[in-house]
Protein backbone atom coordinates (compact mmCIF):
# COMPACT_ATOMS: atom_id res chain seq x y z
CA UNK A 1 0.00 0.00 0.00
CA UNK A 2 1.36 3.42 -0.73
CA UNK A 3 1.36 6.25 1.01
CA UNK A 4 -0.26 9.35 -0.58
CA UNK A 5 2.10 12.14 -1.48
CA UNK A 6 0.43 14.83 -3.51
CA UNK A 7 2.43 15.90 -6.68
CA UNK A 8 3.51 19.36 -5.33
CA UNK A 9 5.30 18.06 -2.31
CA UNK A 10 6.28 15.43 -4.12
CA UNK A 11 8.15 17.41 -6.75
CA UNK A 12 10.06 19.10 -3.96
CA UNK A 13 11.40 16.93 -2.34
CA UNK A 14 13.04 15.51 -5.54
CA UNK A 15 14.09 19.04 -6.63
CA UNK A 16 15.67 19.45 -2.80
CA UNK A 17 17.50 15.95 -3.20
CA UNK A 18 18.57 16.23 -6.42
CA UNK A 19 19.92 20.14 -6.01
CA UNK A 20 24.16 20.27 -6.05
CA UNK A 21 23.29 23.05 -2.91
CA UNK A 22 25.35 21.77 0.91
CA UNK A 23 23.16 20.23 3.61
CA UNK A 24 23.71 23.43 5.89
CA UNK A 25 21.97 25.87 3.02
CA UNK A 26 19.13 23.14 2.65
CA UNK A 27 18.85 22.93 6.54
CA UNK A 28 19.58 27.14 7.01
CA UNK A 29 16.81 27.75 4.26
CA UNK A 30 14.48 25.07 6.19
CA UNK A 31 14.65 26.55 9.38
CA UNK A 32 14.37 30.45 8.00
CA UNK A 33 11.10 29.65 6.43
CA UNK A 34 9.61 27.56 9.38
CA UNK A 35 10.92 30.37 12.08
CA UNK A 36 9.22 33.22 9.58
CA UNK A 37 5.90 30.79 9.61
CA UNK A 38 5.31 31.07 12.84
CA UNK A 39 6.01 33.96 14.13
CA UNK A 40 2.66 34.93 15.73
CA UNK A 41 2.48 39.16 14.33
CA UNK A 42 1.17 39.39 10.53
CA UNK A 43 3.04 42.39 9.29
CA UNK A 44 6.61 41.06 10.97
CA UNK A 45 5.66 37.90 8.53
CA UNK A 46 5.14 40.02 5.82
CA UNK A 47 8.34 42.29 5.78
CA UNK A 48 10.85 39.25 6.99
CA UNK A 49 9.43 37.23 3.59
CA UNK A 50 10.07 40.69 1.24
CA UNK A 51 13.44 40.72 2.48
Not at 26 to 36: E, N, Q, R, S, Y
Amino acid sequence: MKRFIPKRIKDLIIKVITSNNDTADVADGLAIGVFIALLPIMGIQMYLSLF
